[in-house]
């Protein structure tokens, strides 16, 4: 039902900036609505990068504050994920998702989402 497709991925040195794209299709909003972005470096968990609610609040993971922007665009259906200052650390597969249900600061670490995207690459070099 819910299609999820994210782009924007690349590789960029270190210090530089790159802007994730998110286009989600069939969800179903409620006031239980969490959509946000996750990342996943090889051999690593899954981590959440920054979620928003069903009210725009937005949380962001405390390694990516100051540097990652969260925006969207509701009659595009599309999230965003403005990274700047990208460090190496930063390097991974970056996964849009969309669910239901708590949406702070503890769903960082919770990625039990019921729609995923294919992910898209960022490497940050050196």
């Known amino acids: 039902q819910v299609q999820v497709v994210e782009s924007g991925g690349g590789s960029v040195q270190a210090g530089g900036s790159l802007r994730l794209s998110c286009v989600v299709s069939?969800?179903?909003?409620?006031?239980?609505?969490?959509v946000g972005w996750f990342r996943q470096a090889p051999g690593k968990e899954r981590e959440g990068v920054v979620v928003?609610?069903?009210?725009?609040?937005?949380t962001y993971r405390d390694s990516v504050k100051g540097r990652f922007t969260l925006s969207k665009d509701d009659a595009k259906n599309t999230l965003y994920l403005q990274m700047n200052s990208l460090k190496p650390e930063d390097t991974a597969a970056y996964y849009c998702?969309?669910?239901?249900?708590?949406?702070?600061?503890?769903?960082?670490?919770?990625?039990?989402?019921?729609?995923w995207g294919q992910g898209t690459q960022v490497i940050v070099t050196s």
């Open positions: 069939g969800y179903q909003y409620s006031s239980r609505s969490c």
């Open positions: 998702a969309a669910g239901w249900g708590i949406c702070g600061r503890e769903r960082l670490d919770r990625p039990d989402f019921r729609s």
């Open positions: 928003l609610d069903a009210v725009g609040s937005i």
